[in-house]
T-cell receptor, first 115, second 116 residues
Framework: AQSVTQLDSHVSVSEGTPVLLRCNYSSSYSPSLFWYVQHPNKGLQLLLKYTSAATLVKGINGFEAEFKKSETSFHLTKPSAHMSDAAEYFCVVSDQETSGSRLTFGEGTQLTVNP | DGGITQSPKYLFRKEGQNVTLSCEQNLNHDAMYWYRQDPGQGLRLIYYSQIVNDFQKGDIAEGYSVSREKKESFPLTVTSAQKNPTAFYLC???????????????FGPGTRLTVL
């Protein structure tokens, strides 16, 4: 069975400071991992994905994430927060071998960016 | 311009009424999904379909029904049997498993359903 835990339900940073959103996963096999972003009353947009290629994954809007198998983590980072980054972020795991095309979502981390 | 459309954006329903949410995609994706999102929670899978004329229950299918008569369409009906239907509903699609897609899903803008 696969699962994902987002370690912080809320993160608050100042504009221009680094962002760290933490995610741990559990999967029986080699997983695919994703980060999605959701702005209020909108659908989800894919930020980046890990698919067993490079362990450091670069996404849109300056975000990146590092897959660490030994720590079962896939934390999302950005060097400098922008006001437009304020949104909810979801870490998502997919184990294609056991779950087919199904995704398992974390409960989300609400990112607040203060001026 | 490829994408997923959901309509309506906002929907109000009286208790005891069935209501159907529309989801259309022009991405030529085989698989489609319906999720429910409640405040402060992640997405929960209601139903999914890997191919036309076939669909499977997700984790919270009770009180919902779907059909998949066309590749591009996957409507969701919220029936009167759903005890707490007020939520934000998201539709998504992906290429079929085995096409090297790693299950990336593309999402529509959502429909907010409120039961009065």
């Amino acid at each position: 069975a696969q699962s994902v835990t987002q370690l912080d339900s809320h993160v608050s940073v100042s504009e221009g400071t680094p962002v760290l959103l933490r995610c741990n996963y559990s999967s029986s096999y080699s997983p695919s991992l994703f980060w999605y972003v959701q702005h209020p009353n909108k659908g989800l947009q894919l930020l980046l994905k890990y698919t067993s290629a490079a362990t450091l994954v670069k996404g849109i809007n300056g975000f990146e994430a590092e897959f660490k198998k030994s720590e079962t983590s896939f934390h999302l980072t950005k060097p400098s927060a922008h006001m437009s980054d304020a949104a909810e972020y979801f870490c998502v795991v997919s184990d294609q071998e056991t779950s087919g095309s199904r995704l398992t979502f974390g409960e989300g981390t609400q990112l607040t960016v203060n001026p | 311009d490829g994408g997923i459309t959901q309509s309506p954006k906002y929907l109000f329903r009286k208790e005891g009424q069935n209501v159907t949410l529309s989801c259309e995609q022009n991405l030529n994706h085989d698989a489609m999904y319906w999720y429910r999102q409640d405040p402060g929670q992640g997405l929960r899978l209601i139903y999914y379909s890997q191919i036309v004329n076939d669909f499977q229950k997700g984790d919270i299918a009770e009180g919902y029904s779907v059909s998949r008569e066309k590749k591009e369409s996957f409507p969701l009906t919220v029936t009167s049997a759903q005890k707490n239907p007020t939520a934000f509903y998201l539709c998504a699609s992906s290429v079929a498993r085995g096409y090297g897609s790693y299950n990336e899903q593309f999402f529509g803008p959502g429909t907010r359903l409120t039961v009065l």
